[in-house]
């Protein structure tokens, strides 16, 4: 998408701005006699795409667009539908649920729309600029650079804000997740309208749209959140009397979603809650949320921190070193090119820990290296020929950049005298390249990628590791990854969890502070899935004399989960106070086995 497309379009007096009608014709002559009747003109009604979706009507809601003048952008639907594509682009995985409700409804529009309809849906613009009062606003579909991804409330701020700085606007409006919410990030506004073809998922089958006004003073706005009531009944008896699918007519009729695979944890955690219409007053210094998401859930428990015995040492993780050659948005590590809290951990050092090992006969399976960047320490490949030699697998967590590659040829003998017993595990942290260096930093996408064809082509044991921080429902996310390994070439099947490992988000300020016995039993859970139940990991902070242990990857700096110079003195049990034992282990559901 163009961040700078032609002059914007100039609107004044009030807006009505709407997601997408997906075929809905009597939720869109609702919201016509509406705007009739408060004073809105069709040329200020803007939709932000998704025309034509699973509703009756495809035909009926094409028309009113090309009659009234009402604009509208191309959303996903409309791209596949001018294109001739075989599906309606959402994003989804082909065979699942909703690939297979929306083949149904796609085949029924391509059927209602001639080839004149069809065009005109792919004659609109990717994108509007409109100017109201003194604020240039970009209405998008789904996201700056990405038409199909879903924006929602509990989204982070920074996923937005790298949007409407990308844009250089003062808001953005969008559509696509179907779901209404307004939210200021640093002085700029991101508005989605919500739906007008399908309830929102508040259990009511009222449908949303927004009325938004210049405020008082120039740049600022009124925004009201607006919810319509319309004659559901009709539009669901169509279209059962078409034989379109019955879950999105039953929906239409009980405002619930049938399934909630496109829903954000946070958002599928809220269905049936009831939306207020509101009124909000955007300016840059206002701090505006609605409706307020809880991300993720608090849970208020005064019992006593929950605690895991060491069922067996199963992975010993390494931390070669805190040294990283990248400085993350977000690392949990705080590795830098400039932190060396934890200094390089040798390969003598190394092998005393598994000399341990051998000796207390522990039955370690797995030797896992992190850090940092593992291969940052010129001392790996001589830890890893150890670790291998022995008998035990060997994993390295790897961004596969520069210092990777500066070991090629020792991983080649390796892998040829050790072979699959050496795996890695690289970092791609999202599956398009701009969300991916908003967390890695700039040009960090293509190399990664590189490393990682290197080994896939050397044909080495290789998996990824990905993170949820976009705020997309999981089953995008792994459809997304697997498009990414398709057009790559790479052998990896995103949506078996051993070779796709996606984690959860850690925001210390956002959830419990530890992890009580309740909290477990509610999260059905026993403590024996979490990584202290059966992984210990080796540090050597700046300065020591030799390593120490810690409880897990996760907390490397906190004394708390300090255990012991030794293995043995580490078996004891850990008691779960940290807001990361909640946030990642237990609520977030993370597995970070080897």
């Not at 459809?479 to 051993?498: K, M, T, V």
């Not at 909290?519 to 210990?536: F, H």
């Amino acid at each position: 998408m163009n961040p700078r497309p032609a002059e914007p379009l100039v609107l004044t007096g009030p807006v009505i701005v709407f997601g997408g009608p997906y075929s809905n014709l009597h939720a869109l002559d609702a919201l016509l006699e509406e705007a009739q009747r408060i004073g809105v003109a069709p040329k200020n009604m803007i939709s932000t795409g998704d025309l034509v979706a699973y509703c009756a009507d495809p035909r009926g809601v094409v028309d009113r667009f090309r009659e009234t003048g009402m604009r509208f952008i191309r959303g996903n639907c409309e791209d596949q539908i001018a294109g001739d594509a075989a599906d309606c682009g959402c994003g989804f995985a082909p065979g699942g649920e909703c690939d297979r409700l929306s083949a149904d409804w796609f085949a029924h529009a391509m059927r209602e729309l001639d080839e004149g309809r069809r065009a005109f849906l792919g004659g609109a613009p990717e994108r509007l600029d409109i100017v109201l009062n003194g604020l240039r606003i970009a209405v998008v579909h789904g996201a700056a650079t990405q038409q199909n991804r879903f924006v929602f409330a509990s989204t982070p701020s920074r996923v937005k804000a790298r949007d409407l700085e990308f844009l250089g606007v003062d808001a953005i409006f969008a559509g696509h997740s179907g779901l209404p919410f307004s939210e200021t990030i640093g002085g700029r506004l991101w508005h989605n309208p919500g739906a007008l073809g399908m309830p929102a998922n508040e259990g009511d089958p009222r449908v949303w749209y927004s009325l938004v006004s210049a405020g008082a003073e120039p740049g600022t706005l009124s925004i009201e959140h607006r919810a319509l009531a319309y004659d559901h009944e009709a539009a669901a008896a169509a279209m059962a009397r078409l034989g379109l699918p019955a879950e999105y007519a039953r929906t239409l009729v009980d405002g619930l979603w049938s399934n909630c695979d496109s829903l954000a944890t946070a958002e599928a955690a809220m269905q049936g809650a009831k939306l207020t219409p509101t009124r909000l007053a955007f300016s840059r210094h206002a701090d505006l949320r609605w409706p307020a998401v809880a991300h993720p859930v608090r849970i208020e428990d005064d019992g006593t921190p929950a605690r895991v015995d060491l069922a067996s040492l199963e992975t010993l993780w390494i931390n070669t070193g805190s040294l990283c050659n990248l400085a993350c948005a977000a690392c949990f590590m705080e590795s830098t090119p400039r932190n060396d809290a934890l200094a390089y951990i040798s390969a003598a050092e190394v092998a005393g820990l598994l000399d341990e090992i051998a000796r207390e006969d522990l039955g370690t399976r797995t030797i896992g290296f992190t850090g940092g960047e593992p291969f940052l320490n010129r001392d790996l490949p001589a830890m890893l020929d150890d670790a291998l030699a022995r008998g035990h697998a060997a994993l390295v967590l790897t961004n596969a950049m520069k210092p990777m590659r500066r070991h090629r040829q020792a991983l080649l003998k390796l892998r040829e005298v050790h072979g699959t017993r050496l795996q890695l595990r690289v970092s791609v942290d999202h599956y398009t390249r701009d969300l991916h260096e908003l967390e890695r930093g700039a040009d960090s996408f293509v190399p990664t990628l590189e490393g990682l064809a290197w080994l896939a082509r050397e044909k080495f044991a290789v998996t990824v590791a990905g993170r949820l921080y976009s705020g997309e429902p999981e089953a995008i996310v792994r459809a997304g990854y697997a498009r990414l390994f398709a057009e790559s070439g790479f052998a990896l099947d995103a949506f078996n969890p051993g070779q796709l490992t996606l984690f959860p988000e850690m925001d210390a300020a956002a959830g419990p502070g530890r992890v009580t016995s309740a909290m477990l039993a509610n999260a059905n859970k026993s403590g024996r899935e979490l990584m202290c139940a059966s992984a210990r990991m080796a540090i050597k902070r700046k300065g020591a004399s030799g390593p120490t242990i810690v409880a897990c990857t996760l907390l490397p700096y906190e004394n708390d989960f300090e255990l012991g110079a030794t293995l043995a003195q580490a078996r004891r049990s850990v008691a779960l106070t940290h807001a990361h034992c909640a946030a990642f282990c237990v609520l977030g559901g993370a597995d970070c086995s080897a």
